[in-house]
């Protein structure tokens, strides 16, 4: 069964194409992947996904339910949940405070009341599991601006998982990262999205490879291919177009 799909789906920016005619499937507990050359849809294929933009044409079905045109607050309800490639977290809280935030924002606890938040001590015990389960709990009182970059992207990654999704989407996790880093962060997607759907837009292909069940290749806005990460790296239009050889 599919959770997420597209359905003819394209877009433009002022009559530019940007996608055409895209029919995705992601079956329920896979690990997809989304690669292609820079420009070819990807982050505007996430950004209908999740409802930052409104397609011009086509549907998304979340599943099986329409989910076309829905805001992101509504789909992180419905239980999506997704990581930017530009570091996005609460910048001037502390490590504890960033998660605690998506633990309250899960439990619909609104900001105003975050002065009654030491009278939830679940809450707290929640959130030093999550710092436990990502490695941050020497960081647990540093402002997140502070943190180096490796473990501000596992900050961002975790924050997209307190909201508890079925479906999480990961846009250019490993950005920027060094070596090191990198095998850190497939080790933490992989022990966070356990059980979970995962979507992932990523660059390195030794990352693509490692993660992914099946990978579909976007091109000038269209599918050129969708299969399993050894029918990809042996399908020749794909090595044309943007593995090589």
């Given amino acids: ?136 709990t020497a960081e647990r009182d540093l402002p997140a601006s502070l943190l180096s970059y490796g473990k501000h992207r596992a900050l961002e990654i975790s924050l997209a998982m307190t909201t508890d999704p079925e479906l999480v989407l990961l846009d250019e996790p490993t950005a920027g990262m060094s070596r090191d880093e990198t095998k850190t962060a497939v080790e933490l997607i992989r022990r966070l999205t356990e059980g979970r759907t995962v979507v992932i837009i990523e660059h390195d292909m030794d990352v693509v490879f490692s993660l992914a069940d099946r990978i579909t290749v976007l091109h000038h806005g269209e599918i050129l291919a969708t299969g399993a990460p050894e029918e990809i790296k042996a399908n020749r239009a794909v090595k044309d177009a943007y593995l090589g050889d």
Avoid: C, W
Avoid at 44 to 68: A, E, K, S
Avoid at 85 to 107: D, P
């Fill in 1 to 136: 069964m599919n959770v997420l799909e597209t359905r003819d789906l394209s877009h433009d920016f002022d009559g530019l194409q940007v996608l055409s005619h895209v029919e995705l499937g992601v079956r329920r507990g896979e690990r997809h992947a989304i690669i292609g050359p820079n420009g070819a849809g990807k982050t505007t294929l996430f950004n209908i996904v999740t409802g930052t933009y409104t397609p011009r044409g086509g549907r998304v079905l979340f599943r099986g339910q329409d989910v076309t045109g829905a805001g992101p607050h509504a789909l992180v309800r419905l239980g999506m949940g997704r990581s930017f490639q530009i570091t996005s977290t609460f910048s001037r809280l502390s490590t504890f405070e960033n998660i605690r935030m998506g633990i309250l924002g899960r439990r619909g606890i609104r900001f105003n009341l975050l002065r009654r938040v030491a009278a939830m001590p679940d809450v707290t015990r929640e959130a030093e599991e999550v710092l436990r389960r990502i490695n941050l």
